[in-house]
C-alpha cells in the first residue's frame, strides 16, 4: 500500500512539472507611447488556465487589474508621474515576461531654428525644426499673424504668409505647438516687410505647398 501511494505521489509531482513546463505566454505586454492623460492597457495571456497572473510594477503605480482564467489586463492613466514606468506580466508558477515600458507625451517644446525672410513683393516665409516628440505621435503647428491663424499638421514645417494687403512694416509670426495633451510653447520672429508693387490674391493656392503656390502680383 505504502508503495502504491508512493507511485502516486511521484505521478502526481511529474504530472505538476509537465504542466508547469508547458505554460508559454500567448499575449505579452508590449511597449507603449500615449499622450497625457490616455487610458493605457496592458495585456497579458499564456495557453492554460491552471495558472494565475497578475502585474508588477517599477515603480509602483496604481491601475485597475482584470483577470480570467489565464488572461489578464492592467489599466492605468497617462500621466508625467508613470512616464517610463517598466510592466511586467508575471505567472504564479514563476514564468515572467519580458519588461515593457509606458512612455508618456505631454504638451510638446518649442520649434527651434526658427528663420524667416520676405519672399518677393506679396508674401513673406517663415520656417522651422519639429520638437521632439515620441514615435508614432505627432506634432501640429498654429500660426498666427495679427488676426489671421493657420493649423497645420506635423509634416509641414514651414509658411508662406501673403496678407490680404501688405503694408510695408514688420509683421510679428507666432507659431504654436500643440498635440492631443493640449498647446506647448509659442515661438515667435518678425519679418520686415517692403513693396511698392499691388498684389492680387490667388485663392487656389495650394497650402500643402506654400512655397512654390504663393500670391501673384501685378509687375
Known amino acids: 500500500m505504502a508503495f502504491v501511494t508512493a507511485v502516486m505521489i511521484l505521478c502526481q509531482i511529474?504530472?505538476?512539472?509537465?504542466?508547469?513546463?508547458?505554460?508559454?505566454?500567448?499575449?505579452?505586454?508590449?511597449?507603449?507611447?500615449?499622450?497625457?492623460n490616455d487610458t493605457v492597457t496592458f495585456e497579458c495571456a499564456t495557453n492554460?488556465?491552471?495558472?494565475?497572473?497578475?502585474?508588477?510594477?517599477?515603480?509602483?503605480?496604481?491601475?485597475?487589474?482584470?483577470?480570467?482564467g489565464g488572461m489578464a489586463s492592467l489599466t492605468l492613466t497617462a500621466t508625467s508621474e508613470v512616464n517610463g514606468t517598466e510592466v511586467t506580466c508575471i505567472v504564479h508558477n514563476g514564468a515572467t515576461t519580458e519588461p515593457a515600458y509606458l512612455y508618456v507625451q505631454g504638451p510638446p517644446?518649442?520649434?527651434?531654428?526658427?528663420?524667416?525672410?520676405?519672399?518677393d513683393s506679396c508674401c513673406m516665409f517663415i520656417s522651422w525644426y519639429p520638437p521632439f516628440t515620441l514615435p508614432g505621435?505627432?506634432?501640429?503647428?498654429?500660426?498666427?499673424?495679427?488676426?489671421?491663424?493657420?493649423?497645420l499638421n506635423d509634416s509641414i514645417t514651414n509658411y508662406t504668409y501673403c496678407p490680404m494687403n501688405p503694408t510695408n512694416k514688420q509683421y510679428l509670426f507666432n507659431v504654436t505647438t500643440t498635440n492631443k495633451a493640449g498647446n506647448g510653447s509659442t515661438s515667435n520672429i518678425t519679418v520686415g516687410f517692403q513693396s511698392s508693387k499691388l498684389c492680387i490674391p490667388d485663392y487656389n493656392y495650394n497650402l500643402e505647398n506654400t512655397y512654390n503656390n504663393y500670391l501673384k502680383y501685378l509687375f
Open 14 to 36: 511529474c504530472f505538476s512539472v509537465s504542466a508547469i513546463g508547458s505554460i508559454f505566454f500567448i499575449i505579452v505586454p508590449v511597449t507603449q507611447y500615449v499622450y497625457a
Open 48 to 68: 492554460t488556465t491552471q495558472f494565475g497572473l497578475f502585474f508588477v510594477t517599477n515603480p509602483s503605480v496604481a491601475g485597475s487589474i482584470y483577470t480570467s
Open 109 to 119: 517644446d518649442s520649434v527651434s531654428s526658427l528663420t524667416r525672410y520676405q519672399l
Open 137 to 151: 505621435l505627432t506634432v501640429q503647428y498654429i500660426i498666427s499673424v495679427g488676426t489671421d491663424q493657420q493649423y
